[in-house]
């Protein structure tokens, strides 16, 4: 049925009228002051079979916009394989070439007004027929876009409103109407060393020059012509949130003018790019320092949902801890250099150790190699050179995703394994863990508060709480002069011989802690049985030293009381 009525709308060149009806919902932008109309985000929920339709006017468009001499390679929004993170790898390499010639390059970002709500539908339609599409799908494109109905709540009730411009947020053919519109702004003639790159309504420019007086020029010409083109198109800049930076090797940083509009603007030591700060020494330490104290700051509120003892199960917790881990690792091929720099190294893994740490329900005096193994978290300044590996293989092979990430990840593991072999930290967790691979590719098991302080060493042991102060001695009150700690609580204290003795009979096996960790993730069961001895050695521990803490509050009172 659908395919036929399609069939016929294509044909008469009709989009029904009733699948124009558009309700109108605001959704607040973050930060913004809720009295004023910019503050909002527009979005219109459309009717599912007029979306199915646009569908289908989609995959004929997109055939012709993606085929040579279609669009822009420069725009790289709402295109199948292209990301942010590509654009901004434009940008970067621009200026990195730049600087390697002896040259400065300026980065320029434009904003437009109200963008995908103001477009021409005559601009919209021109550019369709530049691009060659057939006049039938011109023709239905045309239909789409009149007589559309905006619905809306107000404080008299519902209202309608005619559209008279813009592509409809939310429905399917608008993203590609506009960026087969906005092809013809990426394809200017602009000065030599002048390049445009989009992403959706984003431009961003790069002018490259070989004296600081060329840039400017080139700047305000290639500037002027944009302004130009989209004033034409029935868009306008935002003058005032023009920004640009320049990027130079010079030592003594200067500075450029550019003229919008009315408004004469200087550049910046840095800018924000699709997210990402570029500064005049292209150095990113601006947007390390901002994406480092963002995921510290989330990450410190993630933290206060996710205690040790209560709460998520590890599984969620580590689904949880991601928000931090998707804040740092943004853009990753753009700046990963930055990460050379120990400062800048030091910062990214302070704020990526909240997640980790809350992941495997670990004391903060555990070690940052230990943490990583137990919770299965990749290190950030490997995770780091494992998504570059990744971005890098995307271009330079034709391997299908699936196989370039296989590869990838046996790099980063391997990697892993021998920092975690040569580490001279975490060495009672080596002696358990001492296979990563088999470690994190497990098949079961989930590693709560106590499971972690067994693997750690860091928990309710006499010779952990001593080192911090809070027992009197490292020792074992029921062994002579042995440390207790988690090796000689699990595997020799005598006071645990009969858990010991229930799990090797329920399991039948004998328990090293060279074997452990292989007999645990071998078979579900022996994990379940492991855990629960562990849970309840952990138990005792903790009752143990309440009661001793609770004598030595006793004995001091006895004493201040003798005095």
Same mark, same amino acid.
Request: proline content about 4%; overall charge positive; hydrophobic content about 40%.
């Given at each position: 049925?659908?395919?036929?009525v399609?069939?016929?709308?294509?044909?008469e060149?009709?989009?029904?009228?009733q699948? @124009?009806?558009?309700?109108l919902i605001?959704?607040p932008?973050? &930060?913004k002051?809720?009295?004023?109309?910019s503050?909002?985000?527009?979005?219109?929920?459309?009717? &599912?079979?007029?979306?199915?339709f646009?569908r289908v006017?989609?995959n004929?468009?997109i055939?012709?916009? *993606?085929k040579d001499g279609?669009?822009?390679e &420069?725009?790289?929004?709402f295109?199948?394989?292209?990301?942010?993170?590509?654009?901004?790898?434009?940008?970067?390499?621009?200026?990195k070439?730049?600087?390697?010639?002896g040259k $400065?390059?300026a980065?320029i970002t434009l904003?437009?007004k109200n963008?995908f =709500?103001s477009?021409?539908?005559?601009?919209i339609?021109?550019?369709l027929?530049?691009?060659?599409?057939a006049?039938?799908?011109v023709?239905i494109?045309?239909?789409f876009?009149?007589?559309?109905?905006?619905?809306?709540?107000?404080d008299?009730?519902?209202?309608s409103?005619?559209? %008279? $411009?813009g592509?409809?947020?939310?429905s399917v053919?608008g993203p590609?109407?506009w960026i087969?519109?906005?092809?013809?702004?990426?394809?200017l003639?602009?000065?030599t060393?002048?390049?445009s790159?989009?992403?959706?309504?984003?431009?961003?420019v790069?002018?490259v020059a070989r004296?600081?007086e *060329?840039? *400017?020029l080139y700047a305000?010409?290639a500037?002027?012509?944009?302004?130009?083109w989209?004033e034409?198109?029935g868009?306008?800049?935002?003058e005032?949130k023009? *920004?640009? +930076?320049?990027?130079?090797?010079?030592?003594k940083c200067?500075?450029m003018k550019?003229k919008?509009?009315?408004?004469?603007?200087?550049?910046?030591?840095?800018l924000k790019y699709?997210?990402? /700060? #570029?500064d005049?020494?292209?150095?990113?330490?601006?947007?390390?320092?901002?994406?480092?104290?963002?995921?510290?700051?989330?990450?410190?509120?993630?933290?206060?949902m996710?205690p040790?003892i209560?709460?998520?199960?590890p599984s969620?917790?580590?689904?949880i801890?991601?928000?931090v881990s998707? #804040?740092?690792?943004y853009?990753v091929?753009v700046?990963?250099?930055?990460?050379? =720099?120990?400062?800048?190294?030091?910062k990214?893994?302070?704020a990526?150790r909240?997640s980790?740490?809350?992941t $495997?329900c670990?004391y903060r005096?555990?070690s940052?190699?230990?943490? $990583?193994?137990i919770?299965?978290?990749?290190?950030?300044?490997?995770? +780091?050179?494992?998504?570059?590996?990744?971005?890098?293989?995307?271009?330079?092979t034709g391997e299908?995703p699936?196989?370039r990430r296989?590869?990838?990840?046996?790099?980063t593991?391997a990697e892993?394994q021998e920092?975690? !072999?040569e580490?001279?930290?975490?060495?009672? %967790?080596?002696k358990?863990i001492w296979?990563i691979? @088999?470690?994190?590719?497990?098949?079961?098991?989930?590693?709560?508060f106590?499971?972690?302080?067994f693997l750690s060493?860091?928990g309710?042991?006499?010779?952990?709480l001593?080192r911090?102060?809070? !027992?009197d001695?490292p020792?074992c009150l029921?062994?002579?002069?042995?440390?207790e700690?988690?090796?000689?609580?699990?595997?020799?204290?005598?006071?645990?011989e009969?858990?010991?003795?229930?799990?090797?009979a329920t399991?039948g096996e004998?328990?090293t802690?060279e &074997?452990? /960790?292989?007999?645990?993730?071998?078979?579900k069961? #022996?994990?379940?049985?492991v855990e629960?001895v #562990?849970t309840?050695?952990g138990k005792k521990?903790?009752?143990?030293?309440?009661?001793?803490?609770?004598?030595r509050e006793r004995?001091?009172?006895v004493?201040?009381?003798a005095e």
């Amino acid at each position: 049925m659908f395919a036929e009525v399609f069939t016929t709308c294509l044909k008469e060149g009709v989009f029904p009228t009733q699948w @124009k009806k558009q309700k109108l919902i605001l959704v607040p932008k973050p &930060n913004k002051p809720l009295g004023e109309a910019s503050s909002y985000r527009p979005i219109c929920l459309l009717n &599912n079979t007029g979306k199915l339709f646009e569908r289908v006017i989609y995959n004929r468009l997109i055939r012709i916009a *993606e085929k040579d001499g279609g669009l822009s390679e &420069n725009q790289f929004g709402f295109r199948k394989r292209r990301s942010t993170t590509d654009a901004l790898v434009l940008v970067a390499n621009t200026a990195k070439t730049a600087l390697d010639e002896g040259k $400065c390059c300026a980065v320029i970002t434009l904003d437009v007004k109200n963008a995908f =709500n103001s477009a021409r539908w005559s601009k919209i339609l021109e550019s369709l027929i530049n691009l060659g599409v057939a006049k039938y799908l011109v023709r239905i494109v045309a239909d789409f876009l009149i007589d559309r109905t905006l619905c809306c709540e107000s404080d008299e009730g519902m209202k309608s409103y005619q559209t %008279t $411009c813009g592509v409809p947020q939310g429905s399917v053919l608008g993203p590609l109407l506009w960026i087969i519109m906005y092809n013809g702004v990426l394809t200017l003639d602009l000065p030599t060393g002048v390049a445009s790159i989009g992403f959706a309504d984003d431009i961003g420019v790069t002018v490259v020059a070989r004296l600081l007086e *060329e840039a *400017e020029l080139y700047a305000n010409e290639a500037v002027y012509e944009i302004k130009s083109w989209l004033e034409n198109a029935g868009l306008q800049l935002a003058e005032h949130k023009t *920004e640009v +930076v320049l990027i130079t090797k010079r030592r003594k940083c200067t500075s450029m003018k550019i003229k919008v509009g009315t408004q004469t603007l200087y550049s910046k030591p840095a800018l924000k790019y699709l997210g990402v /700060m #570029i500064d005049q020494r292209l150095n990113f330490r601006l947007h390390v320092e901002g994406a480092a104290t963002k995921a510290y700051n989330i990450g410190a509120l993630v933290a206060r949902m996710l205690p040790n003892i209560v709460g998520p199960r590890p599984s969620r917790r580590l689904l949880i801890s991601r928000v931090v881990s998707s #804040i740092l690792l943004y853009a990753v091929p753009v700046w990963a250099d930055a990460l050379e =720099n120990i400062i800048n190294k030091k910062k990214i893994g302070a704020a990526y150790r909240i997640s980790v740490l809350r992941t $495997c329900c670990a004391y903060r005096t555990i070690s940052n190699e230990a943490a $990583c193994v137990i919770a299965g978290m990749i290190p950030i300044e490997i995770l +780091v050179k494992e998504i570059q590996r990744l971005y890098d293989r995307t271009y330079l092979t034709g391997e299908s995703p699936a196989r370039r990430r296989q590869f990838a990840r046996a790099e980063t593991v391997a990697e892993w394994q021998e920092k975690w !072999d040569e580490s001279e930290k975490g060495r009672w %967790t080596h002696k358990i863990i001492w296979d990563i691979r @088999k470690w994190i590719e497990r098949p079961h098991g989930e590693v709560g508060f106590d499971l972690t302080q067994f693997l750690s060493g860091h928990g309710g042991y006499r010779a952990y709480l001593y080192r911090f102060g809070r !027992d009197d001695s490292p020792y074992c009150l029921h062994c002579a002069n042995i440390p207790e700690d988690a090796e000689h609580v699990f595997f020799h204290c005598p006071r645990f011989e009969t858990q010991r003795a229930t799990l090797e009979a329920t399991t039948g096996e004998y328990f090293t802690p060279e &074997n452990i /960790m292989e007999l645990m993730v071998k078979a579900k069961g #022996i994990w379940t049985e492991v855990e629960k001895v #562990i849970t309840a050695i952990g138990k005792k521990l903790r009752q143990e030293e309440v009661i001793r803490k609770k004598e030595r509050e006793r004995k001091t009172n006895v004493d201040m009381s003798a005095e």
